[in-house]
């Protein structure tokens, strides 16, 4: 039997082959939102534009200690000591932006996404589906919303993603910025543009703790230089600060910057030594509930920092297999009929709310035709009438299989002109009850005449 099928989503990824010729590579048909570089070897969010920032507040205070203060005190320390002040400078300098970079660069711990749902689990209860819990509809298949999982012996809640259509790990979150879901999601961090997750979150902390301590170097030098130029010409602090503004504006920046790189490095030990991430202390507050990850103090520590990082799940340079990875993934699978727990509540559903879905149509619906044709006061034409009411009685009902039926607006009678018209999937409508001799042979749309 014809069913008008619904319309067709577009494969935007096109072909596999990308505008050199060359088959096109996993980073480049990226559904997430993140910025790639060096030809998929570095991984950013999509704020990456802020990352430079980052760098300038770090890369110009270091450089103006460095060659206004640092470079002062060279001969002002028996045993050429001053040249390491300088000398470590310089190298915490580089190390907090090497830091910077393996934070803000790679793979934060990005799950895969599915083509297609996951098919249910056995023992899901199907049956139990009923018209009225889906909104009146022919009931299908529908993945459950959550499931529980035991961590530690403790019941855990799992959701399904409906962006990456599978259920998330315990402690997965999908990042709304990045638009991917991270396992271990701690935050989304604007200051290293990028998502904090399993495979970083060791980099970020290091950052920021060695953000505090190059902030805390930097301040008490400045007030050693300060100390210095006071013995060395006999006078009053105030006096040695004006005569080394440069100083005076490096104090007042890693005074107000230690507040905040230094409040941040409290916090995560805090979460670090609970086992919390921000994401679950912010949402969850475990001090209320028993937590099933903590595993003790030191042994949260281990897991941080003594621990092999996991590689990623994700080869964003190898190339594409096919064009299905291009495809856009809100296509249910061939020949399946689960839907995930948003979809609507048809086959197919292009957009939540009251947008037009493609729900089956039925015999009841098919009568409708013949009763609004009644209505109006239609002529009988040529048999017009006799041939689609016998249609629409005759027509089977569709099975609830998810493979679209008609829609409501798009299989009604259209008045043009002052006369009736019929629509094309009428037609096919009347050729799929083996009436197509009596409709292509007799009969001739009135608008045509």
């Not at 594409?320 to 009929?337: C, F, Y």
Request: aromatic fraction near 12%; include cysteine.
């Amino acid at each position: 039997m014809y069913a008008a099928p619904p319309p067709q989503i577009p494969n935007m990824g096109g072909s596999n082959m990308d505008q050199t010729g060359s088959e096109k590579r996993v980073y480049q048909a990226w559904k997430g939102s993140n910025k790639f570089f060096f030809a998929g070897r570095f991984i950013f969010g999509p704020d990456v534009r802020s990352l430079v920032l980052t760098f300038v507040l770090i890369l110009v205070p270091a450089t103006i200690f460095c060659v206004l203060v640092a470079r002062k005190l060279l001969d002002k320390f028996s045993h050429h000591a001053g040249v390491s002040i300088m000398v470590i400078a310089v190298v915490f300098t580089i190390y907090v932006l090497v830091l910077l970079l393996l934070t803000s660069g790679r793979d934060p711990g990005i799950l895969p996404r599915n083509a297609h749902p996951p098919e249910p689990e056995e023992g899901y209860d199907v049956a139990s589906l009923t018209p009225e819990s889906i909104g009146g509809q022919t009931p299908h298949p529908r993945l459950p919303r959550t499931k529980d999982v035991f961590v530690n012996g403790v019941p855990v809640k799992i959701k399904y993603c409906d962006t990456c259509m599978l259920y998330r790990p315990p402690r997965c979150s999908h990042c709304s910025i990045c638009n991917n879901c991270v396992e271990r999601f701690d935050h989304h961090c604007p200051w290293v543009g990028q998502c904090i997750g399993l495979r970083n979150y060791r980099f970020f902390f290091m950052f920021v703790f060695s953000t505090t301590l190059l902030c805390v170097y930097v301040f008490s030098f400045c007030w050693v230089y300060i100390k210095k130029i006071m013995v060395a010409d006999d006078v009053t602090v105030w006096k040695a600060m004006s005569k080394t503004p440069a100083s005076i504006v490096l104090i007042l920046y890693t005074f107000f910057s230690v507040w905040f790189v230094g409040g941040l490095t409290v916090f995560h030990l805090y979460l670090i030594s609970t086992n919390q991430t921000t994401y679950e202390n912010f949402r969850y507050r475990y001090d209320r509930r028993a937590n099933p990850y903590n595993k003790g103090v030191i042994q949260n520590f281990k897991e941080i920092f003594f621990t092999s990082v996991p590689p990623s799940k994700n080869n964003f340079r190898a190339k594409l297999q096919n064009d299905s990875t291009l495809q856009d993934t809100s296509a249910p699978p061939s020949g399946g009929n689960f839907l995930s727990p948003n979809m609507g509540k048809g086959g197919i559903d292009l957009e939540i709310g009251n947008k037009p879905s493609w729900p089956t149509v039925g015999a009841e619906a098919l009568a409708d035709f013949e009763t609004h044709e009644s209505n109006a006061g239609l002529e009988n034409k040529d048999g017009y009438e006799d041939s689609f009411a016998h249609s629409s009685r005759t027509l089977p009902v569709e099975s609830a299989e998810g493979r679209g039926g008609i829609h409501p607006r798009r299989s009604s009678w259209g008045r043009k002109s002052g006369s009736w018209e019929i629509t094309p999937d009428i037609l096919a409508l009347a050729a799929g009850v083996n009436e197509a001799n009596r409709v292509s042979g007799d009969i001739t749309p009135p608008g045509n005449r």
